[in-house]
């Protein structure tokens, strides 16, 4: 679980894209994974199908320690081949070990998407552009982004004056 959620937070890819991954999504000479698929499960069926929108196929650079801790996952894993998922559990699942380690940890319960609304939350703090947080998670249209995360940005204001008062 330590890998799944670090996954998670880091990369802001959706559930349905993590538990879609096989061995073969990633470069970890570039420290990339390839977004192609998405994970359902219905009537007891695990699938993988295409991703939510065209623009959920994506590359996600992650950071480099990212890319240790899911190396040292993989390496972990019987050698059975790289079409197998790496994560073969189920949303349900996810949601149950987050509140598992949300009652451990005695933290604000959370949804697991909402690692993924932390993720863009970040990024707007390290003052990334809509575009690129919009590219970064997959999302179809720039203004899905500036609506879902807009109103972060009021609180980039100060940081505007202070660097234009540096200006003057």
Same mark, same amino acid.
């Given at each position: 679980?330590h890998?799944i %959620?670090? *996954?998670? %937070?880091?990369?802001?890819?959706r559930?349905? +894209?993590?538990?879609a991954?096989?061995?073969e999504d990633f470069n %970890?000479?570039?420290?990339t994974?390839?977004?192609? @698929?998405?994970y ?5 069926r695990?699938?993988?199908?295409p991703p939510?929108? /065209? @623009? ?5 650079v992650l950071p480099l320690a *990212?890319c =240790? ?6 390496n972990?894993?019987? @050698? +059975?081949?790289s @079409?197998?998922r790496? %994560?073969?559990v189920? #949303? #349900?699942w996810l949601?149950?070990?987050? #509140?598992?380690g949300? +009652?451990v $940890?005695? =933290? #604000?319960m959370i949804r *697991?998407h909402?690692?993924?609304? $932390?993720h863009?939350?970040?990024? =707007? ?5 809509p575009i690129? &947080?919009s590219e970064r998670l997959?999302h179809?249209d &720039?203004k899905t ?8 940005? /009021?609180?980039k204001q100060k940081e =505007? *004056?202070f660097m234009?008062?540096k200006?003057?």
């Amino acid at each position: 679980s330590h890998t799944i %959620f670090s *996954v998670l %937070f880091w990369s802001g890819m959706r559930s349905g +894209e993590l538990l879609a991954l096989e061995s073969e999504d990633f470069n %970890f000479d570039t420290q990339t994974i390839n977004i192609s @698929k998405n994970y359902a499960r219905l009537n007891g069926r695990d699938l993988l199908l295409p991703p939510k929108t /065209p @623009k959920s196929n994506r590359q996600i650079v992650l950071p480099l320690a *990212v890319c =240790v801790i899911l190396q040292q996952y993989i390496n972990t894993l019987p @050698k +059975e081949g790289s @079409k197998q998922r790496l %994560f073969p559990v189920t #949303k #349900k699942w996810l949601a149950q070990e987050l #509140k598992r380690g949300i +009652e451990v $940890s005695g =933290v #604000k319960m959370i949804r *697991v998407h909402d690692l993924r609304h $932390s993720h863009a939350s970040l990024l =707007v703090e390290l003052g990334c552009s809509p575009i690129l &947080i919009s590219e970064r998670l997959g999302h179809e249209d &720039i203004k899905t982004t500036l609506q879902t995360y807009s109103h972060l940005y /009021p609180n980039k204001q100060k940081e =505007v *004056v202070f660097m234009l008062e540096k200006l003057v």
